[in-house]
């Protein structure tokens, strides 16, 4: 059993930044990749990016590399998302997802069995 809870969304203006949190309960967290899905209104659900168990490797998808960055600190049970010159089209639901197989958070999690309650990031242009 995982729980997860996100913080940190907000309103930003274009090129703005923002840093979401996502703490974690469980025993086992660090067996599970930890991954970032969002959700904008109207639209299917959209890989972000993953992080592995031990934070060795991150994986992001294509409209997001070079501008957000996943990290995780196991010793607080907490997944980072930073994220930096936002662009309108980034505005979305952020959710966190844990799941044991990074195939399934990359095809939007729909699989997965847990997920944290989202948090609205809204970028003004």
């Known amino acids: 059993q995982v729980q997860l809870v996100e913080s940190g969304g907000g309103l930003v203006q274009a090129g703005g930044s923002l840093r979401l949190s996502c703490a974690a309960s469980g025993r086992t967290f660090n067996n599970y990749v930890m991954g970032w899905i969002r959700q904008a209104p109207g639209k299917e659900r959209e890989f972000v990016g993953a992080?592995?168990?031990?934070?060795?490797?991150?994986y992001y998808a294509d409209s997001v590399k070079g501008r957000f960055t996943i990290s995780r600190d196991n010793a607080k049970n907490t997944v980072y998302l930073q994220m930096n010159s936002l662009k309108p089209e980034d505005t979305a639901v952020y959710y966190c997802a844990a799941d044991r197989f990074i195939s399934r958070l990359r095809t939007g999690g729909y699989e997965s069995d847990y997920w944290g309650q989202g948090t609205q990031v809204t970028v003004s242009s």
């Open positions: 992080i592995t168990g031990s934070g060795g490797n991150t």
